[in-house]
T-cell receptor
Framework: GQNIDQPTEMTATEGAIVQINCTYQ??????LFWYQQHAGEAPTFLSY????GLEEKGRFSSFLSRSKGYSYLLLKELQMKDSASYLC???????????FGTGTRLQVFP | ETGVTQSPTHLIKTRGQQVTLRCSSQ?????VSWYQQALGQGPQFIFQ???????GRGNFPPRFSGLQFPNYSSELNVNALELDDSALYLC??????????????FGPGTRLTVL
């Protein structure tokens, strides 16, 4: 079967660091994506991991461990505009379709 | 801006009606995927089109159908609408080479309400 788990909600303070975890179980794996989605808007691409390790892109970093079926998205120097849902998605090896988790709603407070 | 556009932005239909949603892919992209996103949920894969052929389908009934045109624009058709079809419908375009696909870039979505 295919299953993606991530926390439903998280809160953090402006300027802080937050880590959003994602665990997955899929029959075939061809990469993991993180998307940001503001309320009522389309998901926007943040990061892509296919090999184990850390990918850094500005204030955002994403980590992958394929053996553990685990990824996290790290957001540094949080800003109010980072308040959004963060979607973890795994790409299926056979079909190339993206399998999404339900998303983590992050609220950043001043 | 991802270069992916969708129309219409919002749509209200009644149960039993049919609807057509449209998507224009990012320039140079030959693959389009359609997703349904219910409120508070992640997007659910409906199907994918590659070079005008269906290239994978999720767990959606046959009343959900699609088309991809030579210019790589796409349509999602839903027949016999049900109340549970109310959702945000997203299309995403990507560039495929063989079995490997690049990152999917999403359009702004069409909000469908079925009354």
């Amino acid at each position: 079967g295919q299953n993606i788990d991530q926390p439903t909600e998280m809160t953090a303070t402006e300027g802080a660091i937050v880590q959003i975890n994602c665990t997955y179980q899929t029959s075939g794996f061809n990469g993991l994506f993180w998307y940001q989605q503001h309320a009522g808007e389309a998901p926007t691409f943040l990061s892509y991991n296919v090999l184990d390790g850390l990918e850094e892109k500005g204030r955002f970093s994403s980590f992958l461990s394929r053996s553990k079926g685990y990824s996290y998205l790290l957001l540094k120097e949080l800003q109010m505009k980072d308040s959004a849902s963060y979607l973890c998605a795994v790409r299926d090896l056979d079909t190339d379709k993206l399998i999404f988790g339900t998303g983590t709603r992050l609220q950043v407070f001043p | 801006e991802t270069g992916v556009t969708q129309s219409p932005t919002h749509l209200i239909k009644t149960r039993g009606q049919q609807v057509t949603l449209r998507c224009s892919s990012q320039s140079g992209h030959n693959t389009v995927s359609w997703y349904q996103q219910a409120l508070g949920q992640g997007p659910q894969f409906i199907f994918q089109y590659y070079r005008e052929e269906e290239n994978g389908r999720g767990n959606f009934p046959p009343r959900f159908s699609g088309l991809q045109f030579p210019n790589y624009s796409s349509e999602l058709n839903v027949n016999a609408l049900e109340l549970d079809d109310s959702a945000l419908y997203l299309c995403a375009s990507s560039l495929s080479g063989g079995r490997s696909t690049d990152t999917q870039y999403f359009g702004p979505g069409t909000r469908l309400t079925v009354l």
